[in-house]
């Protein structure tokens, strides 16, 4: 079975342009949740979805969103890139908001140049 | 706020031998999950153990097992006869437990060199 998957694995842009990262959950997963992480840092919270609504945000400016499709697969949108906003972009699922765990996909690298 | 603290940015261990990794959190919360995970180079967040907190017993999986102390909110990872492979970034996570989904806060991370 097919783990958590993320496309593409590297992205290079430059200022201002805007970037989607996708994501496909596991089979069955409902919930996804994206990440950034800074080089160095931990992991922060973007975004949690669940059956396609919305259902969390963290402290990340209106640049950033996101949305869940029928099929249950995520788009991570940031528009007026940032040097900042390079980092590791991580893509979590799990089966429901009640279930503990999630299962992190292998993440995309994106640089701002 | 929840915060999750680790204080160790690196540790070293001989293999075979064990290795403990530190965390604390702060949280006003009492009911909630601990994990650890660990990110090799190939970048994968992977799930080595995870804490419910009201369970009093630690967890252990194989080689892995948790200290964990509610009271003073802190929960370390000790790895027993550590082999090449646990070479990684292991970070430590909390989540609440209020149906909020997998939204986790995680600490800093601990980079862990394994010394053959």
């Known amino acids: 079975d097919a783990g958590v998957t993320q496309s593409p694995t590297h992205l290079i842009k430059t200022r201002g342009q805007q970037v989607t990262l996708r994501c496909s959950p596991i089979?069955?997963?409902?919930?996804v949740s994206w990440y950034q992480q800074v080089l160095g840092q931990g992991p922060q919270f973007i975004f949690q979805?669940?059956?396609?609504?919305?259902?969390g945000r963290g402290n990340f400016p209106d640049r950033f969103s996101a949305r869940q499709f029928p099929n249950y697969s995520s788009e991570l949108n940031v528009n007026a890139l940032l040097l900042g906003d390079s980092a590791l972009y991580l893509c979590?699922?799990?089966?429901?908001?009640?279930?503990?765990?999630?299962?992190f996909g292998q993440g995309t690298r994106l640089t701002v140049v | 706020a929840q915060t999750v603290t680790q204080s160790q940015p690196e540790m070293s261990v001989q293999e075979a031998e064990t290795v403990t990794l530190s965390c604390t959190y702060d949280?006003?919360?009492?009911?909630?999950?601990l994990f650890w995970y660990k990110q090799p180079p190939s970048r994968q967040m992977i799930l080595v153990i995870r804490?419910?907190?009201?369970?009093?017993q630690n967890a252990t999986e194989n080689r892995f097992s948790v200290n964990f102390q509610k009271a003073a909110k802190s929960f370390s990872l000790k790895i027993s006869d550590s082999q090449l492979g646990d070479a990684a970034m292991y970070f430590c996570?909390?989540?609440?437990?209020?149906?909020?989904?997998?939204?986790?806060?995680f600490g800093t991370g601990t980079s862990l060199t394994v010394i053959p």
């Open positions: 979590a699922s799990s089966l429901a908001l009640s279930i503990p765990e999630a299962f």
């Open positions: 089979s069955g997963h409902k919930s």
């Open positions: 979805y669940y059956e396609k609504e919305e259902r």
């Open positions: 949280t006003s919360e009492s009911d909630y999950y």
């Open positions: 804490q419910e907190a009201y369970k009093q």
């Open positions: 996570a909390y989540r609440i437990t209020k149906n909020t989904g997998n939204q986790f806060y």
